[in-house]
């Protein structure tokens, strides 16, 4: 007779060891990253993203001076093209939204490209607006309305 089916704990049990001999190696990994475990001490940090950081930078935007008719799936294909985004929140109220990239050099580069960049009009005169785009600290205390994509 065929073994019985799996339980739903042993599908994933048996799903995660089978990934982990995938030629990845030995390791626990987040989003393709191999996630590593020092007890002792961390590593030394990239000296360039330690300039990142001392100068502000963070993975979270502010992208403020938005419609509060701008919706969600306009922000990702905004800033699609600056690597994966984790998370957007929308602030309607504030004309703003929270856009959280999982790379803090991929926000970095996505601050640079827009705060300031001038949208709209059209050769009708239509309203043009210019996006402010800044670091901001996530703040654990407060959930953003509107959450996730």
């Known amino acids: 007779p065929p073994p019985p089916p799996l339980s739903r704990l042993q599908a994933h049990a048996v799903n995660f060891w089978e990934a982990g001999q995938m030629g990845r190696g030995p390791g626990v990994y987040l ?57 957007i929140y929308l602030l309607p109220n ?12 991929n926000a970095v580069d996505a601050k640079q490209a827009l705060d300031g960049l001038t949208l709209g009009g059209n050769a009708q005169g239509g309203p043009q607006w210019t996006l402010n785009v800044t670091y901001v600290r996530p703040q654990p205390q407060q959930q953003p309305r509107n959450t996730l994509m």
Not at 44 to 68: C, F, M, Y
Not at 94 to 105: D, P, Q, W, Y
Request: no cysteine; proline share 3%.
């Open 31 to 87: 989003r393709g990253v191999r996630l590593m475990l020092n007890w002792a001490k961390a590593p030394a940090l990239d000296p360039q993203v330690l300039k990142l950081v001392e100068s502000g930078a963070t993975r979270h935007l502010r992208l403020g001076n938005i419609s509060n008719q701008t919706t969600k799936t306009q922000i990702a294909e905004l800033f699609k093209q600056f690597g994966e985004v984790e998370s």
């Open 94 to 105: 504030e004309g703003a939204a929270l856009v959280n990239l999982t790379i803090m050099s």
